[in-house]
């Protein structure tokens, strides 16, 4: 799956993951085994676990039905419960991963790790965006703003590069997934397919950047996730619905949106090569999920049940690659 950019199908992939023996029991601690002791996730909606919710406390995801099947309270996770991180986490045998911008974290999970990331964040700044007639509506904190936050952070409980090395060589990095905002913001305020994916090759750089910069900080295990196919989207196939059943692929996505994400990672998995060439010492894996249209909660972020079987299936995916 991670050095394949095609998308198979979604419906077979999911029955495979309700009817077939779990790779990853809920019980079992694979990433334990592996000595992980935090983890730091860089993102969007599909991660935050409240950020957005102390930038704008308004926000729907304040608010229930968001967060009533585990936490019976809205967190400012964008699902119906938990997140994919938070079953890396109870994979790793850690508490869930506290958002940056919470005041109320219990000292950032302990030291086991802070989640940076931000619902509805850019990989590309809004200044840039801007200069390209593209609106980041939902927040400023793209993901530039997250790694200085991350800098912040380690500037902090570090003394220098080598004890930031030190206090790092036990934890995972997760750097996306993010980009996604970046294309349906430009979608949705009419900018064609083809002229968003002239985005791509800037977006996917932004992310190799944040790479490299993780590295720096000291990151020796990073995981970083591909894009959705959008194309199969409850959001997108309402909002870009067509009559032309040309559109539409056997599995009633839409072939063009489905073409971008692909571009994406195809993109980006070039990338990810040319950093692991260029750190051969670090572990950077590169992971694909795929979806189900039928699993989604809002039209657009995953339900409890389908982050729970992405996680395990990714924790299965990528266990082998970390060098533990």
């Given at each position: 799956?991670?050095?394949n950019v ?10 495979f ?21 935090s ?13 957005l ?11 229930l ?114 980009g ?30 944040a790479?490299?910069?993780v ?12 894009n ?40 980006l ?17 590169y ?28 924790i ?9």
């Amino acid at each position: 799956m991670a050095n394949n950019v095609h998308f198979s199908p979604v419906l077979p992939l999911i029955c495979f993951f309700l009817l077939a023996p779990s790779p990853l029991p809920c019980n079992a601690q694979t990433l334990k085994t592996c000595g992980l002791n935090s983890i730091y996730q860089l993102g969007d909606s599909v991660s935050d676990t409240g950020n957005l919710i102390q930038e704008h406390p308004e926000s729907a995801f304040a608010k229930l039905p968001y967060g009533e099947t585990f936490f019976k309270n809205a967190t400012g996770r964008c699902s119906n419960g938990l997140l994919m991180i938070d079953y890396f986490a109870i994979s790793a045998g850690i508490p869930f991963v506290d958002a940056f911008l919470n005041s109320n974290a219990s000292l950032y999970s302990q030291g086991h790790g802070v989640n940076f990331a931000v619902a509805g964040s850019t990989a590309l700044p809004s200044y840039i965006l801007a200069d390209k007639k593209i609106s980041s509506p939902v927040t400023n904190s793209s993901l530039s703003t997250q790694l200085d936050w991350m800098f912040t952070y380690f500037n902090g409980i570090c003394y220098d590069y080598d004890d930031c090395a030190q206090k790092l060589k036990s934890s995972l990095f997760i750097v996306g997934e993010i980009g996604e905002n970046d294309y349906r913001y430009a979608l949705l305020q009419g900018k064609t397919i083809e002229e968003v994916k002239t985005l791509v090759p800037e977006v996917v750089q932004a992310i190799k950047d944040a790479v490299t910069r993780v590295i720096d900080f000291g990151a020796v295990r990073v995981v970083v996730p591909g894009n959705f196919p959008v194309g199969c989207f409850p959001i997108y196939l309402t909002q870009f619905r067509t009559n032309d059943s040309a559109a539409y692929d056997q599995f009633h996505c839409l072939k063009g949106l489905n073409n971008l994400s692909f571009h994406h990672n195809e993109l980006l998995q070039q990338a990810i090569q040319e950093l692991k060439n260029e750190h051969p010492n670090v572990a950077i894996i590169y992971v694909c999920e795929n979806p189900d249209k039928r699993i989604s909660w809002d039209g657009v972020h995953l339900t409890q049940k389908a982050n729970k079987y992405m996680a395990m299936w990714l924790i299965h995916d990528i266990f082998p690659k970390l060098r533990c």
